[in-house]
């Protein structure tokens, strides 16, 4: 019987939301209940915190925000490209159709986060921990997953051509339905983890079996 993955929380927000400014984002800010839809940045800050937010058309112009909390928070058509985000938390997190080009997710801990149709190649998610994280329909070619721990991955109809999984378990993962002609993993990583038939002939030589014509 096919294991039935987890339920993925989704964040708690009010019905209604006001808009609220980032004049003044520095260490340790705190924002809470409101909508953004102006362009954040160029800035750095440490340990700032975000509660049930909104954030809109956002453009995150040489944003780093190591350390920062976001609980509650929706991502809407967002383009957070380039940003630095190591080591930060994000619960009860979605992501719509944003751009997240080479985003710097290292040291991460995500948990009960959703990805839909965002485009994430290069996607840096070293030594982070993934919790109950869906993508769908996201391009994640060139991400790279290293060193990575994981409970209830789902990648859905994703491209993951080219992402790096080295020493980063795949086990329960379904690949699927999944998009590539080539991941990077061996075969400690691949153990437990699902293909499609048509998949197959693509991991064998992984685990020391030659196809002869």
Known sequence: MKKKNRRIQTPDLPEQLDPIKLDQLTDQSFYEMGTINEPIGPVYAE??????????NVT??????????????VFENCDLSGAGLSGARFNRVVFRDCKLAGTDFD????????????QA?????NQTEIRDVQFDNCLLKGANFINASQDNLQ?????????????????SVDLSRCRFTHIHADEQELR???IAPEQASGFIEVFGVRVKD
């Open 47 to 56: 340990h700032v915190r975000f509660d049930q937010m909104h954030f809109k």
């Open 155 to 171: 990648l859905g109809t994703s491209d993951i051509e080219d992402v790096q999984f080295t020493g980063t378990s795949l086990k």
């Open 60 to 73: 995150f112009r040489e944003t780093e925000l190591p350390f920062s909390q976001w609980l509650d928070v």
């Open 121 to 125: 190649p290069y996607l840096i998610c």
């Open 192 to 194: 437990g983890a699902v």
């Open 107 to 118: 040291r991460l801990v995500m948990q009960d986060v959703t990805w839909t149709n965002c």
